[in-house]
Each structure stands twice: as C-alpha cells, then as structure tokens.
C-alpha cells in the first residue's frame, strides 16, 4: 500500500492563480479530509468527505472547494488564491466511523506571493 | 468537542522514558482520547486512542484517570527519533453522522529527547 499520497510537495502560485492539490489513498478508507497548518500551528480542518459524492465544509472552508467522485480521490481546488492560503495541506483518510485513526499524506507546501 | 491542554514543551534523556499529560477537563462520555504525533513538519502519526481503559501498544500506553479528566501518554523508552510535537485530542465516538472524523489540534506538546 502506498497508503495517501498528494502531490505535489510544493507549489507556488502567485494571487488570483487557480490551482487543485490532489490527494489520493488505497486503502479503501471512506473518510478523508484536508487539513492546513499554518506556521507554529496545529492543524485546522478545511473540507471532509464521509464517502464519494458526499462532502462537508470543516472549520476553515472559505476559498476552498472539494468534490468526492471516487473512494479513492479526494482533491482541494484553490479558487483565486491569496496570501493567506500560504500553508502546508495535509490530507487524510480513515476508515467510516469512530475509533479508527486517521492516515495523513506527506502534505503539500504551498506559498503564495 | 472537548478541549485539551498540554505542556508547551518537555525534555526527556534517551532510554528513559517520556510521560505527556493532557488535560481533558469537559471531556464528554462519548469521546475518545486520541494522541497523535508530527515529526519536523511531516504529517501527522496516529499514536494511540482509549475510551475509559487503559491502552498498550507497539508504541506507546495510554493512562486514563478514573474520572477521565485527564490522560498521560506515556513512551517507555524513548529515542532520539521520538522528538516530535506531541497532540491530544478529544474526538466525539458516537456511530452515526458525520462528525466522529473531526480531529482538532491544539498547540500540542514539542517533545526533545536528549542523548
């Protein structure tokens, strides 16, 4: 298993760009997320996924936009990128329901000028 | 969610082992303690998790109070590669929604472990 993987690693964009951080697991896992951290910060969920076709907005939602078409798949669409979104994101899957860790991918650095 | 409070830091000599507390004061009887750990900006490691008891695992144990108010990680023999910031986190554990995958992370523990 490759467990989940994003790409890319890093990325920088400059204000207003549009861009899509992928995500992807194979494990089967039903649940996935996004997560940022922010410099000196834990992490903040952004959008999450109970199973393809179902997503829901976390704590940090605005500028973000997701969609779950497969189980495997779960990617994170910046719209007009700004200063702010300048963080590294971290995606995550588990298994549905609780009492089941979450696995996080290697997460991806995004800066924005 | 509950909140969680933890030390900002602590430091731990090499073999010995590491004991984390977290306070977990209006922990609810429906919630977990999950424990999670992030090594030099990599993703976030799954430790460990209890309801009430408990817990052993390859890596780690877990003691609950009895009252559940509070919690301590604890890393029997701890190794250079163990220094990371270390997370405790209350997680809602009802079957049913979709809120039992929220993880939300404080400040979180920055654990040294010394030669």
């Known amino acids: 298993n490759a467990g989940v993987t994003q790409t890319p690693k890093f990325q920088v964009l400059k204000t207003g760009q549009s861009m899509t951080l992928q995500c992807a697991q194979d494990m089967n896992h039903e649940y996935m997320s996004w997560y940022r951290q922010d410099p000196g910060m834990g992490l903040r969920l952004i959008h999450y996924?109970?199973?393809?076709?179902?997503?829901d907005q976390g704590e940090v939602p605005n500028g973000y936009n997701v969609s779950r078409s497969t189980t495997e798949d779960f990617p994170l669409r910046l719209l007009s990128a700004a200063p702010s979104q300048t963080s590294v994101y971290f995606c995550a899957s588990s298994r549905s329901g609780p009492g089941y860790e979450q696995y996080f991918g290697p997460g991806t650095r995004l800066t924005v000028t | 969610d509950a909140k969680t409070t933890q030390p900002t830091s602590m430091d731990c000599a090499e073999g010995r082992a590491a004991n984390l507390p977290c306070n977990h004061s209006?922990?609810?009887?429906?919630?977990?303690v999950y424990w999670y750990r992030q090594i030099h900006s990599q993703g976030p490691q799954y430790i460990i998790h209890?309801?009430?008891n408990n817990e052993t695992n390859e890596m780690a144990s877990l003691i609950i109070t009895e009252d559940r108010k509070s919690s301590t990680l604890i890393l029997p023999h701890a190794t250079l590669r163990d220094t990371a910031v270390y997370y405790c986190i209350v997680r809602v554990a009802v079957v049913g929604g979709t809120s039992y995958g929220k993880l939300t992370f404080g400040q979180g523990t920055i654990l040294t472990v010394h030669p």
């Open positions: 209890g309801l009430k």
């Open positions: 209006t922990i609810s009887g429906n919630e977990y």
């Open positions: 996924s109970v199973g393809a076709g179902i997503t």
